[in-house]
Nanobody
Framework: DVQLVESGGGSVQAGGSLKLSCSIS???????MGWFRQASGEEREGVAT???????RYQGSVKGRFTISTDNRKKNLYLEMINLTPEDTGLYYC?????????????????WGQGTQVTVS
């Protein structure tokens, strides 16, 4: 089984920065890892993904501001966020799956963290 635990959320002013971390436990090979977020009253949306070959994709609104990365052993996933705006406010989730990232266009990831709140004022 795979468990994901996020940390690093908080409250910042517009223009500020935060770095989210996701600790990944379990021995399953993960084909895709990523970050999602959900603002109050909104649907959950994908933010960024990174696959086992370190191919990366970003949602358009975060390109140039957010950076997704992992450690060498793929046991920690990060999301570095700069130039934050109030529109970035939401509950941020770490997610992972054994399958390829392309599957997430149709099927949600198998594994999810509990979420960490990011508030930008």
């Amino acid at each position: 089984d795979v468990q994901l635990v996020e940390s690093g959320g908080g409250s910042v002013q517009a223009g500020g920065s935060l770095k989210l971390s996701c600790s990944i436990s379990g021995n399953t090979h993960l084909g895709c890892m990523g970050w999602f977020r959900q603002a109050s009253g909104e649907e959950r949306e994908g933010v960024a993904t990174i696959d086992s070959d370190d191919n990366i994709r970003y949602q358009g609104s975060v390109k140039g501001r957010f950076t997704i990365s992992t450690d060498n052993r793929k046991k920690n996933l990060y999301l570095e966020m700069i130039n934050l705006t109030p529109e970035d406010t939401g509950l941020y989730y770490c997610a992972a799956d054994e399958g390829v990232c392309g599957l997430w266009r149709t099927f949600p990831p198998t594994y999810w963290g509990q979420g960490t709140q990011v508030t930008v004022s």
